[in-house]
């Protein structure tokens, strides 16, 4: 390659990222780049054989923008409130490159955009003059190198989010497994005499065991962080996820409430986004419809009375009308109607396919996919093509009721594949996002 592209989320809103300089291996200044929105490219001083090595070293200053209302504030997680400043996709990563293509998917204002390899990570970070309460979530192998001075290691992830809030505290417990799971939360938003840092702790724990069991893989740190973040609904990075405050402060004591719920879809998505990766651009549901039955599959499993209670609260009360599950971010300008569809019939299309095949051969089915994708960026057809043939074939009727294009593998007799194995590349840089002050 003579060119590389690399990912820079924070540049998503003008103003909030500014390049100093790149220097590669030796020094040498590379003076040759574009930055236009999310996508940085750079020309090589000389182009890079396959196998190769390169260092690069980028100069950049971030301001951090503060957390937003309305649905806006769904970005929080790379953004500072009174009480806290996170840091989620903040840095420049190296765009995957598919097929001699460099994915950067447009930016969108729903859903995620950002496509990312799996990488090894290593981060030292200096907190200066911070206040005396003040605590530093990361994710992974956390080293204590000096006063104020952290090193976090993370291997085989898709990112590495920290968060730093001034009055948080921590409470943590070991898994079954092993894994340490970590709550910092926010004392002051814990209704009278309840603990809701508990319940996220508890239902993490529990969602952990489950999911490694039902999905046979492990999950693959010896940390699981959760953090309440002040912004709404939740937000899933490797090793470290966010759960919106809201839930935190509005939780009844109950079981079946949305803490739960969204505490155990973000810890589901450690299995449906950082072990198998996929474009959450152009197909969402490929990690947000598992992600979001695998919160049905929690609730089944430890509150088994609760399994309708679920399907009433998170799906029936929105959806009553046959939608589509495998439409693109692009598609949608409102969120509801995103959701519903990629999110909650996407769970309704797993159901029935589960009911189709028995359990045995779903989690079979499952297990599979997760064996053959762990650590790579997964398509429509690597998740389709692991059922059997028989399966793929009895599965048609529910790939027609939920998918708009529901062959998804290249049919048997047909001369030319009907879908391309690959990525779609929307590599387009034009913005579509409105940009903010
Ligand atoms: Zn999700």
Not at 116 to 126: H, M, N, R
Not at 432 to 437: D, G, L
């Amino acid at each position: 390659v003579s060119e590389l592209v690399l990912h820079v989320e924070s540049n998503r809103q003008i103003g909030y990222f500014q390049l100093q300089g790149i220097m590669a291996d030796d020094n040498q200044v590379i003076d040759q780049f574009s930055l236009e929105f999310t996508r940085l490219t750079l020309t090589l001083p000389q182009a890079l054989d396959p196998g190769c090595q390169l260092t690069l070293r980028l100069s950049y200053n971030l301001r951090i923008p503060p957390v937003m209302d309305g649905y806006e504030g769904r970005w929080g997680y790379w953004g500072f409130t009174e009480r806290q400043i996170n840091l989620g996709h903040w840095f420049p990563m190296v765009a995957p490159l598919v097929n001699e293509g460099w994915n950067v998917p447009r930016p969108h204002f729903l859903g995620e955009q950002l496509t990312a390899d799996s990488a090894d990570f290593e981060l030292e970070l200096s907190l200066e003059n911070p206040p005396a309460d003040v605590l530093v979530a990361g994710p992974g192998l956390q080293r204590e190198l000096g006063p104020n001075q952290w090193q976090f290691t993370l291997l085989g992830a898709r990112d590495l989010a920290l968060s730093v809030g001034e009055g948080l505290r921590q409470t943590n417990k070991r898994a079954p497994d092993g894994t340490q799971v970590e709550v910092y939360y926010f004392p002051s938003s814990a209704p009278p005499g309840l603990t809701p840092a508990k319940q996220a702790l508890d239902s993490a724990a529990e969602a952990l065991v489950l999911f490694e069991e039902l999905f046979a893989a492990q999950y693959p740190y010896e940390r699981l962080v959760i953090v309440e973040g002040d912004f709404p609904d939740g937000m899933e990075f490797s090793g470290l996820v966010f759960v919106g405050e809201a839930w935190f402060r509005t939780w009844r004591g109950e079981p079946n409430d949305w803490i739960t719920a969204i505490t155990v879809h973000e810890v589901a998505h450690q299995w449906w986004y950082l072990l198998v990766g996929n474009d959450p651009a152009n197909y969402p549901y490929m990690d947000e419809a598992l992600a979001t039955y695998s919160e049905y599959l929690y609730f089944q499993r430890y509150y088994g009375e609760l399994y309708d209670w679920w399907w009433d609260f998170r799906v029936r009360s929105f959806i009553n009308e046959p939608r589509f599950v495998d439409g693109t971010v692009y598609q949608y300008d409102n969120a509801r109607p995103y959701i519903n569809d990629v999110y909650l019939t996407g769970a309704k299309m797993l159901h029935d396919l589960r009911s189709q095949l028995g359990d045995a051969a779903f989690f079979a089915w499952l297990q599979a996919y997760l064996q053959h994708q762990a650590y790579q960026l997964a398509t429509p057809p690597a998740l389709w093509g692991m059922l059997t043939p028989s399966q793929y074939a009895d599965s048609a009727p529910i790939r027609q009721a939920f998918l708009t294009a529901p062959e998804v593998l290249p049919l048997p007799d047909s001369p030319t594949p009907a879908v391309s194995e690959t990525l779609t590349l929307t590599d387009s840089p034009t913005p579509s996002m409105t940009e903010t002050p």
